[in-house]
């Protein structure tokens, strides 16, 4: 099948937990059969929510001190 997007791209279908996932290669468009969103929501509610460190990512960037300004000793 044609993505419906780009119109020239084939869509590639892919199978994951169950759940048919047609996506487009080029423009990265995602599109689900009929009954597939469903399967998606009916899992989330079923599913506790993920921890923070299991997101993928962890936040590693702290803030640095801000240059003091001859203005923080006007307001200070």
Known sequence: ???PHCTTSTLVITERSGVEID???HCRGVWLDRGELDKL???SLHEP???HGSLGYERTAT???R???WL???FD
């Open 63 to 65: 803030r640095r001190p």
């Open 49 to 51: 929510p993920p921890s």
């Open 72 to 74: 923080s000793d006007i």
């Open 67 to 69: 240059k003091s300004s």
């Open 41 to 43: 929501i009916e899992r």
């Open 1 to 3: 099948m044609k993505c």
């Open 23 to 25: 996506y487009c290669p």
